[in-house]
């Protein structure tokens, strides 16, 4: 038939681990509620490494599988929840999307965020984002990378949910934690090694918050784009 098909590849360790999880979760052996075997056991049992695991426990909790809960470990989640999100955080998390990929879809989502933000949000999510504005300069003045990190991503969560666009919000947090993933480190990086760009990223946020504060959507959504197009660049010479 002339046809040619391309060899299959073994699949990663992680993705079987995954697709084992799942299918325990999908057949009932594992109901909402049941917690999980601790990364360590799953180790074990699987006689994977515990690298392999936890990468399955993340994209698990990505495509909205599991919840991980801080001091209590990982329980499965209701499957019937977030149907429309999890075929993106499938293909987030499967076919690894380039990043030219993610930061023109993050400007996408996230200037259209900051125009709905100033048109929509209420008092306290103005004085939330306000505060994790504060939050963020200072622990940035502190060089503290990671909290900055931290705050910058919650700031920009906070926009997002000013947006009352709860389908926007879920995409939002999909593609924005895929995204954090795999600049993580670069991103702190750039909060440490350039005083001047950290001020120029404070000044950024402060204009995206002003701009939302005084209800003024095309200023918010071009000092939005001001910050993603910079970081963006600078984030790349970085990761390259």
Do not use: C
């Amino acid at each position: 038939m002339g046809i040619e098909f391309t060899p299959v590849k073994t699949k990663r360790l992680y993705e079987e681990i995954v697709e084992q999880i799942k299918q325990l979760i999908t057949g009932g052996e594992l109901k909402p509620g049941d917690k999980l075997l601790s990364e360590r056991e799953l180790s074990e049992r699987l006689q994977v490494s515990r690298v392999s695991v936890r990468e399955a426990i993340r994209t698990l909790e990505m495509l909205g599988f599991i919840e991980i809960r801080p001091g209590d470990g990982t329980f499965v989640r209701d499957t019937n929840t977030d149907d429309i999100i999890r075929p993106l955080a499938m293909f987030l998390a499967v076919e690894r999307s380039s990043l030219l990929d993610m930061f023109e879809v993050r400007r996408i989502f996230e200037t259209s965020a900051a125009s709905l933000a100033a048109e929509r949000a209420s008092q306290e999510e103005v004085a939330q984002i306000g505060d994790l504005l504060k939050k963020m300069r200072k622990v940035i003045n502190l060089q503290d990378s990671e909290k900055g990190v931290a705050f910058d991503t919650s700031f920009h969560y906070a926009v997002a949910e000013a947006t009352h666009n709860t389908l926007l919000i879920k995409l939002f947090r999909t593609v924005s934690e895929d995204f954090a993933r795999s600049i993580s480190t670069a991103r702190r990086r750039l909060l440490l090694d350039s005083p001047a760009n950290v001020q120029k990223i404070i000044d950024q946020h402060v204009r995206i918050y002003e701009a939302i504060k005084a209800g003024k959507a095309k200023a918010a959504s071009e000092a939005m784009l001001e910050h993603l197009t910079f970081a963006e660049a600078e984030l790349r010479k970085w990761i390259s």
